[in-house]
């Protein structure tokens, strides 16, 4: 029988690059099913938001020009003169904000299913750090627009920065280029946020999804205690990429309407003289560590406030990152139920510290 | 040799600065028994200031009423022989104020460019007429600038500031008792307040309205008379002026009796112009000389619907700007482009005081045509607006249509797989 | 071949997903293809070449949201002040016989450098600088002395 053209362009492929061995891969790739194979699917939402925003920000790098006296004039031109133009920028600024939620809630299914066990820890880490390379996207590109509440909420958060014991004051100036908010922490944070963190993400997002292909999917503990009859699968391709796209088709409609129907302003133009406008906000995933610093007193101990929440909030970090690697009587940790009743502690402050600051 | 000149230099300078000091300080520390004993007894005038524009400038109670203010003694201090006049009669009031304010001799030490000319320029005004021909109630230097709380007229508390100037003409002009004797009533005030100009200075401290003393003059003040009125408001309604001075009723009011401007405008109670003043019905002014179908009733409605149609379209632009701001779309445009149709109607308004139809058509197209182009600018938007729903409504189809396709093929292979 | 069910959904999943990458691709293609005005306005602005304002001339011309008079007072000077009257919101106007600024409203005086110097206007107008780059005018907003 003659091949078909589907055919033969296969085996020219695969006579070059050698593709049937990922063919292979894909083919054995298995996904279970059980009652919670809804979060397998957080972690590709997540992936497809971040597609969308580097598809809209490279759209809008078109027209966009950094500094002082062009940035908030180019975002303008943007909104009124290009065509689409509002249409790309709301959909970055929503996607940005929702990419950040579905990282969170990944990233706490990860802990409720315990999917970071070994041999994952290495996921979990690159994860964690994609999560805050997330958040430093969405505070760099917060100012972009160089309008007054984002030029205020910059200085506050960098502000924040100069409390680092030691290296606080110099790491604000250079975060800051200056001992002040000014143009050229325009031209810092639009450096960063287009092609510092994009590189960074690049490589450890890379590696976090060779992980994940390596590894394959995590079965939870209930599942692999179950009988090997018992087990049920779907394939990876084509069940699991058919329903993945179905998710993101449904993301999209989302992404589309709130874009259309809650633009995002754009506000008054950043004026370093003006006096800062009332309710300075930071963006909502900050809202909880702003809370957080808000509510520590001004001294404790020794040691000052806001130093103290700074250094609380690296450590919580630090430790969070650690929770896969611990060890108690030569058991993994995350065995136990103290890390449901840590993931509930960590979700119930972060929600009510966030719901306080919107009160 | 040089450095001893240098230090020589240096200690005459210093004993300059010393001797000055010094002297600053006698001059601070002036004897006034006035004060003192005035203090003393409590009996200070009631309307006594510390920052009284003389008391600040070291004139202080000798410097107007006369006597010896080191003397202790109070019969010493108050002789004839010290100089002491006391307290000067209503008819001495002008002099007794003139004896330095009319001296530019005097005068420019404290202000080199002070006008001196206040007491000549009062017995020219009714008020100064009065007072010489024996009038003892009229109004003097201290019923307005008051005799020991004088402040400088660029003092907002000063009662001679454009914000207080009402209330101080009030004082006397709204007391029946005081002009019982008088034509003028006591209404100038109310009137006033209640008035377009009244209303921006006493509501919105625009100083830039006139007062009183901006129509009526300062020292001078005298009802202005009829030929004067139109110079008086053309002084900031420039245009209003002109137009009317060159019109065919311009040119009537010269020769016949009219009191151009007042004649419709009133005066003290000069409402905000409508433009129902030029109607032809009960609110019309033109109805109170003209009637039904002459030349004038023709022109007055024929400027009345000319400025209606003008104003509808640029209220009608208005609300198309304000629907394209609460839907977000751009407004930077259509904003400029009514910023000149705004302006258009206010030289249209103007334009009245031609009283020339044609004038005011010709203006009024052109308020038309800025308005209708905002309004065509507004649909550009609002289709614009549409159209991104409408796109927005076929995207979400296309994509609806295929999560549904996509939802399907899911559903075929999980049947395919259970019939196998 | 009979079009069954399976070919049915392949042709809704292909006509889907045409117009989902044609709703995708056309805001793309619209959004790359340049506007009229092809660079967003920064805070400054050509207005024409120094021939074309004559000796003792203004016009008012649009700067942003702004109207701006462009005043031309002798052969080498150019100045450029915020229009709107400071008084009420009238435009003012250039007086060439007096070389001074008017607002016919309420006969309020600006001198050339933008002073209110008679009348209500309680403000001076704000100031422009004006630069000339190759026979071609430019208006810039003037930075606050921070």
Excluded at chain 1, 339 to 346: H, Q
């Amino acid at each position: 029988m003659k091949p078909t053209l589907k055919q033969s362009m296969f085996r020219w492929l695969d006579d070059r690059l050698d593709i049937q061995p990922l063919v292979d891969m894909m083919d054995h790739k298995k996904v279970p099913i059980h009652s919670h194979t809804v979060w397998y699917y957080m972690g590709g939402v997540t992936l497809f938001l971040f597609m969308v925003q580097v598809f809209t920000g490279i759209l809008l790098l078109m027209y966009y020009r950094p500094g002082e006296e062009s940035a908030f004039e180019s975002m303008q031109f943007i909104l009124t003169e290009v065509k689409f133009g509002w249409l790309f920028r709301n959909v970055h600024a929503w996607s940005a904000n929702l990419m950040v939620l579905f990282a969170f809630i990944h990233m706490f299914s990860v802990v409720f299913t315990r999917a970071f066990t070994t041999p994952r820890e290495l996921t979990w880490v690159s994860g964690f750090i994609l999560l805050l390379l997330a958040m430093f996207f969405g505070f760099s590109g917060y100012l972009l627009p160089w309008n007054e509440l984002a030029f205020f909420a910059t200085k506050v958060g960098t502000d924040i920065v100069g409390a680092v014991p030691l290296v606080g004051e110099q790491l604000k100036v250079i975060i800051r280029g200056g001992e002040d908010v000014t143009g050229a922490t325009l031209s810092r944070f639009f450096g960063l946020h287009v092609a510092i963190l994009p590189a960074i993400t690049f490589l450890i997002l890379s590696f976090h999804l060779l992980l994940v292909q390596r590894q394959g999917i995590s079965e939870p503990r209930h599942f692999k205690a179950l009988a090997e009859e018992k087990k049920r699968y779907m394939s990876f391709f084509p069940d699991f990429v058919l329903r993945d796209a179905l998710l993101w088709l449904i993301i999209n409609i989302i992404v589309l309407s709130l874009a259309v129907f809650y633009p995002w302003e754009l506000g008054l133009k950043a004026d370093a003289l003006a006096s800062a406008p009332m309710g300075i906000k930071p963006e909502w995933y900050f809202m909880f560590m702003f809370q957080t610093l808000k509510v520590i007193p001004p001294h404790v101990w020794f040691i000052e406030g806001e130093t103290f929440g700074i250094l609380l909030f690296g450590g919580a970090a630090l430790l969070w990152m650690a929770v896969p690697f611990a060890r108690f009587r030569g058991k993994q940790i995350v065995d136990s139920k103290w890390i449901t009743i840590l993931g509930i502690f960590t979700i119930t402050y972060m929600v009510v510290l966030t719901i306080t600051g919107y009160l | 040799m040089k450095r001893t000149r240098i230090i020589k230099q240096y200690l005459l300078i210093f004993a300059g600065i010393t001797l000055l000091g010094t002297a600053n300080l006698l001059a601070e520390s002036k004897v006034n028994t006035c004060l003192d004993c005035h203090v003393e007894n409590d009996i200070m005038p009631g309307d006594f200031l510390e920052e009284d524009v003389h008391q600040h400038s070291e004139i202080s109670c000798a410097g107007c009423h006369g006597g010896d203010p080191e003397a202790e003694d109070m019969d010493e201090s108050m002789s004839a022989d010290a100089g002491y006049i006391g307290i000067p009669s209503r008819q001495e009031m002008p002099a007794f104020c003139g004896k330095c304010h009319s001296k530019i001799e005097y005068m420019r030490v404290f202000q080199p460019r002070i006008p001196t000319d206040q007491v000549d320029q009062y017995y020219t005004s009714t008020h100064g007429k009065k007072l010489l021909s024996g009038d003892k109630k009229v109004a003097m230097c201290s019923s307005c600038h008051t005799s020991h709380g004088i402040l400088p007229a660029k003092d907002t508390r000063s009662s001679v500031h454009p914000f207080n100037i009402p209330q101080t003409c009030n004082q006397c002009h709204g007391d029946a008792d005081l002009m019982a004797s008088t034509s003028h009533g006591t209404s100038q005030y109310e009137d006033y307040a209640g008035s377009v100009h009244g209303k921006a200075l006493i509501e919105r401290s625009d100083t830039g309205s006139p007062a009183c003393n901006d129509c009526h003059g300062n020292h001078g003040a005298a009802p202005p008379g009829a030929e004067s009125i139109s110079h008086i408001c053309g002084s900031c309604h420039l245009n209003n002026m002109e137009f009317f001075k060159t019109s065919v009723m311009g040119q009537l009011s010269e020769s016949a009796d009219y009191h151009s401007c007042e004649q419709c405008h009133g005066n003290h109670s000069i409402s905000e112009p409508s433009d129902e003043l030029l109607n032809v019905n009960e609110s019309s002014l033109c109805l109170e000389c003209h009637s039904d179908g002459d030349e004038g009733y023709v022109a007055a409605e024929a400027m009345y619907t000319q400025i209606r149609q003008t104003d509808s379209l640029y209220q009608a632009a208005i609300i198309r700007l304000k629907d394209i701001q609460i839907k977000g779309m751009n407004d930077v445009d259509i904003q400029y482009v009514l910023k000149d149709a705004k302006q258009n109607l206010i030289q249209l308004r103007t334009m009245v005081h031609t009283f020339d139809p044609v004038q005011v058509k010709e203006k009024a197209a052109e308020g038309k045509e800025l308005s209708a182009e905002a309004i065509s600018l507004a649909g550009l938007e609002i289709s614009e607006f549409n159209q991104r729903r409408m796109g927005f409504g076929i995207s979400t189809l296309a994509f609806v249509l295929l999560a549904f396709a996509v939802f399907l093929k899911i559903r075929q292979i999980d049947s395919n797989k259970k019939s196998d | 071949m009979k079009y069954g069910r399976r070919e049915f959904i392949n042709t809704l999943l292909g006509a889907g997903g045409i117009g989902g990458l044609a709703s995708i691709l056309y805001p793309v293609f619209q959004f790359l293809v340049p506007p009229e005005v092809t660079e967003p306005q920064v805070s400054s602005l050509k207005v024409g070449a120094v021939g074309d304002f004559p000796v003792n001339s203004s016009k008012i011309v649009r700067f942003g949201r702004v109207p701006v008079i462009l005043i031309r007072s002798d052969r080498d000077t150019f100045k450029a002040l915020a229009a709107t009257c400071t008084h009420l919101d009238c435009i003012v106007q250039y007086n060439q016989a007096r070389k001074q600024i008017i607002c016919a409203c309420h006969n309020g005086v600006y001198d050339l450098s933008g002073k209110n110097i008679s009348g209500p206007p309680p403000k001076p107008l704000a100031v422009y600088s004006v630069s000339i780059v190759d026979d071609q005018v430019m208006i810039t907003q003037e930075k606050d002395l921070a």
